[in-house]
């Protein structure tokens, strides 16, 4: 089942704006060309029951992180 994600983006002024709904595979584009970092606050209804986390601290988004820092193969 894929999910909708939100993800929190600094706005010109330095605040924060949130961004989405996304598609999750959209989602996950974005996490490996790295315009969503470790640091960045992403939430999901279904996946983290509509919290704000970091990134880094979802389960299993270490492994798109990897890819993301070793670059397109």
């Known amino acids: 089942m894929s999910a909708d994600w ?6 010109f002024f330095g605040g924060a704006k ?4 996304i598609a999750e595979a959209t989602f996950v584009k974005k996490i490996q ?3 969503i970092a470790p640091e960045t606050m992403v939430s999901s209804t279904s996946k983290t029951h ?3 986390l970091h990134l880094k601290d979802i389960r299993g988004s270490e492994l798109l ?3 993301s820092q070793s670059g397109p193969k």
């Open 33 to 35: 060309t790295g315009e």
């Open 65 to 67: 992180l990897k890819k």
């Open 6 to 11: 939100y993800f929190m983006k600094k706005g």
């Open 18 to 21: 949130t961004v989405g709904p």
């Open 50 to 52: 509509g919290h704000w």
